[in-house]
């Protein structure tokens, strides 16, 4: 039985296994912004045992009228996320990440883009 998982509308597949081995190149990178839902903040605070406006002054800023996760700078022009542990190579909220990051690789930007994700992306192999 494979692992991979597929998305109607992709070309492609995803190997989940392939974390393991990643230097969470989803997490590094180029700046950029993951989106958090002003709903889903109690549930990302609560995670972190704090109350919502202390998660929000630690954790997001405010991009108009949204809320994005703050950036950690490693060297001019490379951020990580903030709940990114380079160390142990994971996230520290996985179980209640983003939406934004639960859907990844499956992002409709890399319906046209295929050639970049799979540079960046280890899990990306052909359909089975």
């Given at each position: 039985?494979?692992?991979?998982i597929?998305?109607?509308?992709?070309?492609?597949a995803?190997?989940?296994?392939?974390?393991?081995?990643?230097?969470g190149?989803?997490?590094i990178g180029?700046?950029?912004?993951i989106w958090?839902?002003?709903?889903?903040?109690?549930?990302m605070?609560?995670?972190?045992?704090?109350?919502?406006?202390?998660?929000?002054?630690?954790?997001?800023?405010?991009?108009g009228y949204r809320?994005?996760?703050?950036?950690?700078?490693?060297?001019?022009?490379?951020?990580?996320?903030?709940f990114?542990?380079?160390?142990?190579?994971?996230?520290?909220?996985?179980?209640?990440?983003p939406?934004?990051?639960?859907?990844?690789?499956?992002?409709?930007?890399?319906?046209?883009?295929?050639?970049?994700l799979?540079?960046?992306?280890?899990g990306?192999?052909p359909?089975?």
């Amino acid at each position: 039985m494979s692992d991979l998982i597929e998305k109607e509308g992709f070309g492609y597949a995803f190997d989940p296994k392939a974390c393991e081995t990643c230097a969470g190149n989803c997490c590094i990178g180029e700046s950029g912004h993951i989106w958090v839902p002003v709903q889903k903040i109690p549930e990302m605070a609560a995670f972190l045992k704090m109350g919502s406006d202390e998660f929000i002054k630690r954790y997001l800023e405010k991009v108009g009228y949204r809320f994005s996760i703050k950036e950690k700078v490693v060297v001019e022009g490379e951020y990580d996320c903030i709940f990114y542990d380079r160390e142990k190579r994971r996230c520290t909220i996985y179980p209640v990440r983003p939406l934004q990051c639960r859907t990844f690789p499956f992002w409709d930007y890399f319906k046209e883009n295929e050639e970049e994700l799979k540079k960046e992306c280890p899990g990306i192999c052909p359909h089975s």
